[in-house]
């Protein structure tokens, strides 16, 4: 008798569902739009605020229409809601959407907004669906900013590229050039082809407005494919043209105003336009042919009939129906409470860093103006820095940064931190007992118009980390397991003269980080001490 209650009652429910969606759906939709506020006015600021994703804001708009170039074949396509495919898909999203609010890691929030669609539509329509909403769902990944600053394995390829290409234009027009990796030195000034310079993220908007154009455009898979690259080729030659022309703008016109040129027009974006056009110029080449992607294929029409197996009552069916969306607003509502309720606290210094000694070892400090150092880490929620200098005359320069929570623009492991500090760095090891020993990042910066020799490591909840991805990974560990998002970067520097050798720098610098590390842990807050 209860199984028959229940079977009639999930009858009824989807008898509902069936004559009135829209109730169901905005319920779904509702949550959802909840849950990913913060995401969705995340996006719109990046958007906005960068020349080079701009294109975010048509992302969704073009992912929409791929939807309804497929809506001939959605009608055709029967609803199989999927608990094995849908439910694990949805926990994955969750975990990254609360790990990255946990650890302060936006990418994996965003990266959870496609996932979480996907998903949805496993466990609410089927296996089905999901293959024919399959490139619109994928094509949402180009409105996230998946490569950021400072990111080498990524720009530092296209940075030697673009200087390559640079420096052989400006010989092949006379100019002297002499090139150093991504530095250019030209009689007048140095350039530097930076990370935000590499052209990847101008890239990233090609292949987005690529993809649609090539699609709509082109009625073959190669000839989409042969679309896209060529754009893509075309666009990497240009930031090296764009380089070259810097270079003879600074050439004649020395540091004087914008490197980039009358009306900044030599900016990355020019990479952009020169892209865009390619595109175009290409599609008009390469054919008009309108392409058949978004028609029902009738070889597939007998994939979309249940067969005999699958066929299920109008009763079972109910049951499956109610299941899938019953589930699907529990989990975006535990979903939403999780990501909301939870916060970690914020962890102060054990003492003030003004009060750090000023005699360390053998060597004697005095504080200085925090607006005297360019390497500072913006954000942070207290600043030391001071110069030491020992009874050979050596002056070390000791700054600390240290953040007693981490959020959305205000990291410790930033693009900032990455673009400063993370410049080929080394990673040494300095021993410390017999048993123990510590790890820390070695450097030479080019600061202004000088050079720096740096010794810098992170301390995150009394744990000593090294390189960015190891500290990132450490945040996210120590926000999930402790509830802290607290942590320091400690950097020892000196500017590097002509009568100094590498060799008695790093020294020095790592007399001073011994005799240093002892004290600091007193300041720093650590369980893991």
């Known amino acids: 008798m209860e199984r028959s209650k229940y079977l009639s009652q999930a009858t009824e429910w989807n008898s509902t569902i069936i004559k009135k969606p829209s109730t169901f759906i905005v319920v779904v939709a509702g ?31 073009v992912s929409l229409y791929f939807v309804w170039m497929k809506r001939d074949q959605l009608r055709l396509a029967p609803i199989r809601p999927s608990y094995l495919g849908g439910l694990p898909v949805i926990i994955l999203s969750s975990a990254l959407l609360l790990m990255g609010k ?32 399959a490139l619109p769902i994928g094509y949402l990944l180009f409105m996230i900013k998946l490569f950021g600053e400072g990111d080498d394995r990524f720009h530092w390829p296209f940075q030697l590229i673009a200087a390559n290409i640079g420096v052989w234009l400006l010989h092949l027009m006379g100019f002297p050039a002499y090139q150093h990796d991504q530095f250019i030195e030209l009689p007048r000034v140095t350039l530097e082809v930076a990370s935000a310079c590499s052209g990847v993220r101008f890239l990233m908007s090609i292949i987005a407005i690529g993809i649609p154009l090539a699609i709509l455009t082109q009625s073959t898979w190669p000839r989409r494919i042969c679309l896209v690259l060529f754009g893509v080729l075309i666009a990497i030659l240009a930031n ?52 058949e992607w978004g028609h029902p294929r009738h070889a597939d029409d007998n994939a979309m ?35 909301y309720g939870v916060r970690p606290a914020p962890v102060p210094l054990q003492h003030d860093l003004d009060s750090l000694p000023l005699t360390i070892g053998s060597w004697s400090g005095y504080a200085v103006n925090l607006e005297q150092e360019p390497l500072r880490v913006p954000g942070a929620d207290q600043e030391l820095l ?53 790890k820390l990042n070695q450097a030479v910066l080019r600061v202004g118009q000088g050079k720096r020799f740096v010794l810098f490591w992170y301390d995150l909840n009394g744990r000593m980390a090294a390189g960015s991805y190891e500290a990132k990974l450490r945040t996210l560990w120590n926000a999930l397991t402790l509830g802290r998002l607290n942590g320091a ?13 590498l060799e008695r720098l790093s020294s020095d610098g790592r007399q001073f980080v011994e005799n240093l590390l002892p004290i600091l842990h007193l300041y720093l807050p650590g369980a893991a001490r």
């Open 489 to 501: 970067l400690v950097a020892v520097s000196a500017p590097v003269t002509q009568k100094d050798s």
């Open 386 to 438: 001071r110069l030491y200098r020992n009874p050979s005359g050596r002056i070390l320069t000791l700054y600390i940064a240290y953040f007693n929570f981490q959020e959305q623009g205000r990291k410790l492991v930033g693009y900032q931190t990455l673009e400063r500090f993370h410049q080929g760095e080394t990673v040494v090891t300095l021993p410390a007992g017999s048993e123990r020993s510590y």
């Open 240 to 291: 090296g043209f764009r380089v070259a022309l810097i270079g003879i703008w600074t050439y004649y016109h020395g540091t004087n105003g914008d490197v980039h040129g009358p009306l900044h027009i030599l900016q990355g974006v020019f990479v952009s336009w020169i892209g865009f056009i390619a595109l175009f110029a290409g599609a008009w080449c390469l054919g008009r042919n309108r392409g």
């Open 102 to 133: 946990l650890g302060s890691a936006t990418l994996l929030q965003e990266l959870s907004l496609p996932v979480m669609i996907a998903g949805l539509l496993l466990l609410l329509a089927g296996a089905g669906w999901l293959k024919l909403l």
């Open 305 to 339: 009939t249940p067969s005999a197996k699958q066929q299920l009552t109008d009763e079972e069916h109910g049951v499956v129906r109610f299941r899938s969306w019953t589930l699907a607003i529990a989990l975006l509502l535990v979903t939403g409470s999780v990501y």
């Open 31 to 61: 949550l959802f739009v909840i849950l990913y506020l913060p995401i969705f006015s995340a996006l719109v600021k990046m958007w906005w605020g960068s020349d080079d994703y701009n294109h975010g804001f048509l992302v969704p708009i």
